[in-house]
């Protein structure tokens, strides 16, 4: 991606117009009365180029920082990359558990704090609802099932295969 160069406008237009003329159409031993005064030519150059020198110094600067954003920009992944991959380095140097981690800049790995009853029941409903959803059988079941098709047994009830059969209070699913 190249940077555009920006037009240039107002005062600072007028400015390098100015110079350029003043270099090329102006003798070099001229006088020129400028607000009230009689300037030689060298000393109106320079009080132009001085005043112009702001504009050029926010002209480089802002190129400069396109520069150094899309340079940036292309080396954001592998930054990432690093951060991530010094994190997991020094973890495993310290202990996941170290405050020392804080040091290299990272924050520690909180604990998860146990769940209240409250949450543990809307958990509990939430999976049995994905598993009538998805027809599929939670570990318990699974368990009981495997056991139960060891033995040469029939499946027990409540497994998958019920939530299919009709009655059964489950969504339906239609083919």
């Known amino acids: 991606m190249s940077i555009k160069p920006e037009i240039i406008r107002g005062d600072e237009l007028v400015l390098d117009l100015f110079i350029e003329a003043l270099k090329t159409h102006v003798p070099a031993a001229a006088h020129l009365t400028f607000d009230g005064t009689e300037l030689p030519k060298h000393e109106l150059l320079d009080k132009a180029v ?12 802002k190129t400069e920082l396109k520069k150094a954003q899309m340079e940036l920009d292309a ?8 951060v991530k991959s010094a994190h997991t ?10 405050p ?22 809307a958990r509990a409903k939430k999976a049995e609802e994905t598993r009538l959803l ?7 079941e699974k368990k009981r099932f495997d056991k139960a098709h060891e033995s040469g047994g029939t499946p027990p009830a409540g497994g998958a295969g019920a939530s299919d059969s009709a009655g059964a ?5 239609v083919a």
């Open 89 to 98: 380095c020094i973890k495993a140097f310290l202990g996941e558990e170290s």
């Open 100 to 121: 020392d981690i804080a040091k290299f800049g990272f924050k520690p790995d909180k604990k998860q704090r146990p769940l209240t009853s409250a949450e543990n029941q």
């Open 169 to 173: 209070g489950g969504p339906t699913h």
């Open 50 to 61: 001085g005043l112009r020198s702001p504009f050029k110094t926010k002209r480089t600067l």
């Open 75 to 82: 080396k954001r992944l592998e930054i990432r990359h690093f």
């Open 134 to 140: 998805n027809h599929t059988m939670g570990p318990a």
